[in-house]
Nanobody, 121 residues
Framework: QVQLVESGGGLVQAGGSLRLSCAAS????????MGWYRQAPGKQRELVAR???????NYADSVKGRFTISRDNAKKTVYLQMNSLKPEDTAVYYC???????????????WGQGTQVTVSS
Protein backbone atom coordinates (compact mmCIF):
# COMPACT_ATOMS: atom_id res chain seq x y z
CA GLN A 1 0.00 0.00 0.00
CA VAL A 2 1.35 3.39 -1.00
CA GLN A 3 1.10 6.31 1.40
CA LEU A 4 2.03 9.97 1.44
CA VAL A 5 2.39 11.42 4.92
CA GLU A 6 2.70 15.16 5.44
CA SER A 7 4.09 16.97 8.46
CA GLY A 8 5.15 20.45 9.49
CA GLY A 9 1.93 22.43 9.42
CA GLY A 10 0.82 24.69 12.23
CA LEU A 11 0.03 28.21 13.36
CA VAL A 12 2.43 31.04 12.58
CA GLN A 13 2.30 34.83 12.60
CA ALA A 14 2.40 36.80 9.38
CA GLY A 15 5.96 37.15 8.17
CA GLY A 16 6.99 33.87 9.74
CA SER A 17 8.17 30.62 8.20
CA LEU A 18 7.15 26.97 8.11
CA ARG A 19 8.62 23.91 6.44
CA LEU A 20 6.36 21.14 5.22
CA SER A 21 7.56 17.62 4.55
CA CYS A 22 5.89 14.76 2.71
CA ALA A 23 7.30 11.24 2.72
CA ALA A 24 6.18 8.51 0.36
CA SER A 25 6.22 4.91 1.54
CA UNK A 26 5.11 1.48 0.35
CA UNK A 27 5.78 -0.54 -2.78
CA UNK A 28 6.98 2.32 -4.96
CA UNK A 29 8.89 1.62 -8.13
CA UNK A 30 9.35 5.15 -9.44
CA UNK A 31 8.30 8.70 -8.56
CA UNK A 32 7.85 11.28 -11.28
CA UNK A 33 6.50 14.70 -10.35
CA MET A 34 5.87 15.65 -6.72
CA GLY A 35 3.97 18.72 -5.67
CA TRP A 36 2.11 20.74 -3.11
CA TYR A 37 -1.45 21.97 -3.45
CA ARG A 38 -3.61 23.95 -1.05
CA GLN A 39 -7.28 24.47 -0.40
CA ALA A 40 -8.69 27.35 1.60
CA PRO A 41 -12.24 27.27 3.00
CA GLY A 42 -14.79 27.85 0.26
CA LYS A 43 -12.16 27.76 -2.48
CA GLN A 44 -10.96 25.20 -5.00
CA ARG A 45 -7.76 23.29 -4.51
CA GLU A 46 -4.89 25.07 -6.27
CA LEU A 47 -1.35 24.24 -7.23
CA VAL A 48 1.34 25.78 -5.04
CA ALA A 49 4.51 24.24 -6.45
CA ARG A 50 5.72 21.17 -8.33
CA UNK A 51 9.10 19.55 -8.87
CA UNK A 52 10.19 16.89 -11.34
CA UNK A 53 12.49 13.99 -10.55
CA UNK A 54 15.24 15.99 -12.25
CA UNK A 55 14.67 19.03 -10.09
CA UNK A 56 12.75 21.28 -12.46
CA UNK A 57 10.30 23.44 -10.54
CA ASN A 58 7.29 25.64 -11.13
CA TYR A 59 5.36 27.82 -8.73
CA ALA A 60 2.05 29.62 -8.45
CA ASP A 61 2.54 33.34 -9.02
CA SER A 62 1.22 34.05 -5.53
CA VAL A 63 4.11 32.22 -3.85
CA LYS A 64 7.04 32.96 -6.17
CA GLY A 65 9.99 34.37 -4.26
CA ARG A 66 8.56 33.26 -0.91
CA PHE A 67 8.18 29.46 -1.18
CA THR A 68 10.79 26.91 -2.23
CA ILE A 69 10.06 23.31 -3.18
CA SER A 70 12.76 20.64 -3.02
CA ARG A 71 12.99 16.88 -2.87
CA ASP A 72 15.24 14.08 -1.70
CA ASN A 73 14.82 11.23 -4.17
CA ALA A 74 16.64 8.74 -1.96
CA LYS A 75 14.24 9.46 0.91
CA LYS A 76 11.20 9.72 -1.39
CA THR A 77 10.43 13.01 0.31
CA VAL A 78 9.35 16.42 -0.93
CA TYR A 79 9.65 19.63 1.07
CA LEU A 80 8.06 23.06 0.95
CA GLN A 81 9.92 25.89 2.65
CA MET A 82 7.48 28.74 3.20
CA ASN A 83 8.86 32.17 4.12
CA SER A 84 7.23 35.59 4.53
CA LEU A 85 3.90 33.92 5.16
CA LYS A 86 0.72 35.92 4.71
CA PRO A 87 -2.79 35.39 6.13
CA GLU A 88 -3.95 34.52 2.62
CA ASP A 89 -1.62 31.49 2.69
CA THR A 90 -3.92 29.93 5.28
CA ALA A 91 -5.19 26.62 3.91
CA VAL A 92 -4.93 22.87 4.11
CA TYR A 93 -1.81 21.88 2.21
CA TYR A 94 -1.79 18.58 0.33
CA CYS A 95 1.14 16.63 -1.03
CA UNK A 96 0.77 14.92 -4.40
CA UNK A 97 3.03 12.46 -6.18
CA UNK A 98 2.84 10.77 -9.55
CA UNK A 99 4.15 7.26 -8.96
CA UNK A 100 4.42 3.83 -10.50
CA UNK A 101 4.23 0.66 -8.42
CA UNK A 102 4.49 -2.03 -11.10
CA UNK A 103 7.18 -2.55 -13.73
CA UNK A 104 5.73 -1.35 -17.01
CA UNK A 105 2.53 -0.39 -15.25
CA UNK A 106 0.64 2.91 -15.33
CA UNK A 107 1.50 6.07 -13.43
CA UNK A 108 -0.99 7.12 -10.77
CA UNK A 109 -1.47 10.30 -8.74
CA UNK A 110 -1.44 9.79 -5.00
CA TRP A 111 -2.44 12.32 -2.35
CA GLY A 112 -1.60 12.88 1.27
CA GLN A 113 -4.17 13.53 3.96
CA GLY A 114 -3.38 17.23 4.22
CA THR A 115 -1.83 19.43 6.87
CA GLN A 116 -3.29 22.69 8.17
CA VAL A 117 -1.33 25.91 7.82
CA THR A 118 -2.77 28.94 9.60
CA VAL A 119 -1.19 32.38 9.33
CA SER A 120 -2.41 34.99 11.79
CA SER A 121 -2.29 38.70 11.08
Amino acid sequence: QVQLVESGGGLVQAGGSLRLSCAASGSILSINVMGWYRQAPGKQRELVARITSGGRTNYADSVKGRFTISRDNAKKTVYLQMNSLKPEDTAVYYCEANMRTVVGGPWHDYWGQGTQVTVSS
